[in-house]
Each structure stands twice: as structure tokens, then as C-alpha cells.
T-cell receptor
Framework: QKEVEQDPGPLSVPEGAIVSLNCTYSNSAFQYFMWYRQYSRKGPELLMYTYSSGNKEDGRFTAQVDKSSKYISLFIRDSQPSDSATYLCAMSDPGSARQLTFGSGTQLTVLP | NAGVTQTPKFQVLKTGQSMTLQCAQDMNHNSMYWYRQDPGMGLRLIYYSASEGTTDKGEVPNGYNVSRLNKREFSLRLESAAPSQTSVYFC?????????????FGPGTRLTVL
């Protein structure tokens, strides 16, 4: 079983929809949780990061962490065609010496 | 600033050939990383260098070697390429001060081993 599970999709939504992307994990030592966005044939770029449980909002993006359920989410409001990309969750624990554990990514397409 | 650059962008090798993937960053970052990305597997860390002069193994180091040539450059070498090393390779860098440092990724090298 992988440490981090992420539904690969693909996920297609109409422009303006609310998108929910999720990851589950098994390592209770994870404390830092990140979402990366990767456009086709590009390198990943960091969207958001959160520490421990709770919510964090940045514009149209909201990241949620529920450590009790070992479940993290990324919500995208008013989705745009420019949001079409693969979204990767990543997480790490304090003892991992900067090693991030990535999910396999969810491919999202926002249709105009 | 170019950020993180990688060469080459594409490469095709035959089994047993060797090659070096080059990575450079112009952000004066201390830490650099090499990942591979395979379908359904996400990004997996091959090697990293926390600072100039140091390197450490990641999750999947077998079949690879690295060199931190200076603060800017971090190369990945495949001594005897195998079909299992067909992948997209990403280099990344970060300031390295804390565990939550943002990692900045290069555009990737697409490697096919026949």
C-alpha cells in the first residue's frame, strides 16, 4: 500500500464549477502538507502548504487538512480553463530530512 | 532569473549506455534534489544535496550517482542505463533553511532507454 493515495482522475468540470481534490495517507508522522500544480510537460510548482490540521485559503484555492482522518483536500472555486493541470499532493514529517512523499496526481480539465 | 534549468530536454539511450543529466539554479539555493516521475507513481526522490559538498540517498537511488559540482550545479549520472530508468527526471532546489522550504522545479528531462 502506498503511503499517499490520490485518485488519478481524469476529472472534467465546466468553467465556474467548484473542484474538490483529495489525498489520503497512512503515515501519522506527516505534519506538513502541500499541493503542487503541474502543467503539461512542465515541472511542478507549489500552490499552497499547510501545517498540521486546519484550513488555509489563498484566493480561489482552499487547502484543508484533517489529521484525525488522514485526509487532505484542495478546493478550487470558480474554476477556470487555466486551472487545467495535474494536481499533486505532497507531505513530509520533521524527521524525514526534507524528503517529500508525493501522491500520483489528479489530472483536471476545466471546460470553457 | 532562469530559475532551475535542466539539460537535455529529451534523450534516448540504448541499454547499457551512460549519460549525465545536468541541472543548474541561479537562486543561490543551498539544497538541490533529483526526482523521477513515472505514471501512477508520483514523484520519487533519487538523491538530494542539502548543501554544497554533501549528497544523500533518497527513496530510489539504485542505478544512479550524483555530483554537487558547486552551489549552482547538481548532476545525475546513469552509469549503465536500463529500460526501468525510462522516466521523466526533475531537478529541484530550495533555500534549505527549514523543512517547509519551497522546492522550485526545473522543466524536466524525458529519458527513454531502449
Amino acid at each position: 500500500q502506498k503511503e499517499v493515495e490520490q485518485d488519478p482522475g481524469p476529472l472534467s468540470v465546466p468553467e465556474g464549477a467548484i473542484v474538490s481534490l483529495n489525498c489520503t495517507y497512512s503515515n501519522s508522522a506527516f505534519q506538513y502538507f502541500m499541493w503542487y500544480r503541474q502543467y503539461s510537460r512542465k515541472g511542478p510548482e507549489l500552490l499552497m502548504y499547510t501545517y498540521s490540521s486546519g484550513n488555509k485559503e489563498d484566493g480561489r484555492f482552499t487547502a484543508q487538512v484533517d489529521k484525525s482522518s488522514k485526509y487532505i483536500s484542495l478546493f478550487i472555486r470558480d474554476s477556470q480553463p487555466s486551472d487545467s493541470a495535474t494536481y499533486l499532493c505532497a507531505m513530509s514529517d520533521p524527521g524525514s530530512a526534507r524528503q517529500l512523499t508525493f501522491g500520483s496526481g489528479t489530472q483536471l480539465t476545466v471546460l470553457p | 532569473n532562469a530559475g532551475v534549468t535542466q539539460t537535455p530536454k529529451f534523450q534516448v539511450l540504448k541499454t547499457g549506455q551512460s549519460m549525465t543529466l545536468q541541472c543548474a539554479q541561479d537562486m543561490n539555493h543551498n539544497s538541490m534534489y533529483w526526482y523521477r516521475q513515472d505514471p501512477g507513481m508520483g514523484l520519487r526522490l533519487i538523491y538530494y544535496s542539502a548543501s554544497e559538498g554533501t549528497t544523500d540517498k533518497g527513496e530510489v537511488p539504485n542505478g544512479y550517482n550524483v555530483s554537487r559540482l558547486n552551489k549552482r550545479e547538481f548532476s545525475l549520472r546513469l552509469e549503465s542505463a536500463a529500460p526501468s530508468q525510462t522516466s521523466v527526471y526533475f531537478c529541484a532546489s530550495s533555500d534549505g533553511g527549514t523543512l517547509t522550504d519551497t522546492q522550485y522545479f526545473g522543466p524536466g528531462t524525458r529519458l527513454t532507454v531502449l
